[in-house]
């Protein structure tokens, strides 16, 4: 295929998408089902024409990396902190907490019983099936109460920064002890100090910086950051989501110190613009990965009696879970928070992280695949269900 028809295809795709995301807002269908079926569409043609195509498969990481860095800066740069919100904040990081682990650990129950493999091994496996995908949560409430999306926004960021960290603790440690709970407490002590110094250093390079372009190396800085971070397995992604709230928040540094360093008179008007740019490149990124992702599924898995047998007892289990603990411990209203709990990027990107030795037969991508599609449709029945008018969601709403 030559420059051009490749230029015309890719700008193809990135129209399609800004109509999915105006048809989503219209009619509560998540716009990522409509690029994973573009891709899944894209190679029933190149099969049906037999055309030669690339492998995209180790693409995917590197775009759902990038993708998640921005989504969730994103995400934290639309949070201002008030005292009110605590309880927003707590129920939020409970949530995202309780249902990871409790999750993780009936769904790996569930695969032991299925492979009759080590319970540690199929605990990882469903640990990706646990979390809650932020890309696909936090663009899908936009139009909410913004009691409800704000606690959406925080538990599906909360639970991807839990799920990675759950992750990465399973796969660093062979044998799980009281020195593996102390080495992840020293990690998390040491990240929260790292995020504490580059927000500061990042705020004071934000305001010396006088060339006319600026944000996208602050990004740059915050990729670099991230992936020096996972290098040495540390859950970095808390750097990304502390910056983006620390920015939006600075109102609470009300000292003359603070001021007299790292505050200037453009500082809205810059926040403004990174926030538009965070924005407009998480659009970007988000619509190639999932139609890439679409692209190269395997769909005949999805026929198989037993993927669609496990797959309904997974999301089943995710469902129980969530209701049980948002009903009779978080006593959070139900509708529409019980049906937002997609898998989707982190899911992909984690899954595609399992070790070799640590791959499960039977536990495959179409069983994710099936996960992400069945999360997404309840997810758009609840949204449907419990939309209001936009005129009734703005009286609702309060500033936390």
């Given at each position: 295929m030559g420059t051009y028809p490749i230029l015309?295809?890719?700008?193809?795709?990135?129209?399609?998408?800004?109509?999915?995301?105006?048809?989503?807002?219209?009619?509560?269908?998540?716009?990522?089902?409509?690029?994973?079926?573009?891709?899944?569409?894209?190679?029933?043609?190149?099969?049906?024409?037999?055309?030669?195509?690339?492998?995209?498969?180790?693409?995917?990481?590197?775009?759902?990396?990038?993708?998640?860095?921005?989504?969730?800066?994103?995400?934290?740069?639309?949070?201002?902190?008030?005292?009110?919100?605590k309880r927003v904040i707590l129920q939020s990081l409970g949530a995202s907490f309780f249902l990871l682990l409790g999750s993780s650990l009936a769904i790996g129950w569930l695969f032991q019983y299925v492979t009759d493999a080590p319970f540690k091994t199929c605990l990882l496996n469903a640990i990706p099936f646990s979390t809650i995908s932020s890309a696909i949560a936090i663009p899908s409430v936009a139009n909410l109460a913004e009691k409800k999306k704000e606690f959406i926004v925080y538990e599906s960021t909360f639970s991807d920064i839990l799920g990675i960290m759950f992750f990465n603790f399973m796969t660093a440690n062979e044998e799980i002890s009281l020195g593996s709970f102390v080495g992840l407490t020293i990690e998390t002590v040491l990240v929260l100090l790292l995020a504490a110094a580059f927000c500061f250093a990042l705020l004071y390079l934000l305001k010396r910086i006088d060339h006319h372009i600026k944000?996208?190396?602050?990004?740059?800085?915050?990729?670099?950051?991230?992936?020096?971070?996972?290098?040495?397995?540390?859950?970095?992604?808390?750097?990304?989501?502390?910056?983006?709230?620390?920015?939006?928040?600075?109102?609470?540094?009300?000292?003359?110190?603070?001021?007299?360093?790292?505050?200037?008179?453009?500082?809205?008007?810059?926040?403004?613009?990174?926030?538009?740019?965070?924005?407009?490149?998480?659009?970007?990124?988000?619509?190639?990965?999932?139609?890439v992702f679409g692209f190269t599924m395997q769909l005949d898995g999805l026929k198989n009696l037993a993927t669609i047998g496990n797959g309904l007892a997974t999301v089943g289990i995710i469902y129980l879970m969530r209701w049980a603990y948002l009903k009779f411990v978080a006593r959070v209203e139900l509708n529409p928070e019980l049906y937002v709990s997609p898998r989707g990027l982190i899911s992909i990107l984690l899954f595609f992280s399992l070790p070799t030795s640590a791959k499960l037969g039977g536990i495959d991508s179409s069983l994710l695949l099936f996960a992400i599609l069945a999360t997404g449709l309840v997810m758009t029945y609840g949204l449907v269900r419990g939309a209001k008018p936009r005129k009734e969601q703005g009286e609702n709403a309060t500033d936390l």
């Open positions: 015309m295809l890719l700008c193809g795709l990135v129209i399609f998408s800004y109509l999915f995301d105006i048809f989503s807002r219209k009619t509560k269908v998540p716009s990522v089902l409509l690029l994973l079926a573009t891709g899944v569409g894209l190679q029933l043609l190149a099969n049906a024409f037999q055309l030669k195509i690339v492998d995209f498969g180790k693409v995917l990481p590197l775009l759902g990396t990038i993708g998640l860095i921005l989504i969730v800066l994103e995400g934290a740069l639309e949070l201002r902190y008030t005292k009110e919100k944000f996208f190396l602050i990004i740059a800085l915050l990729v670099l950051i991230y992936a020096i971070g996972k290098h040495y397995h540390l859950s970095t992604l808390i750097i990304i989501l502390v910056f983006g709230l620390f920015l939006n928040n600075t109102q609470i540094f009300d000292f003359e110190w603070f001021r007299k360093r790292f505050q200037y008179a453009d500082f809205n008007k810059d926040l403004g613009q990174l926030h538009l740019l965070t924005g407009e490149s998480a659009f970007l990124i988000r619509t190639f990965f999932f139609i």
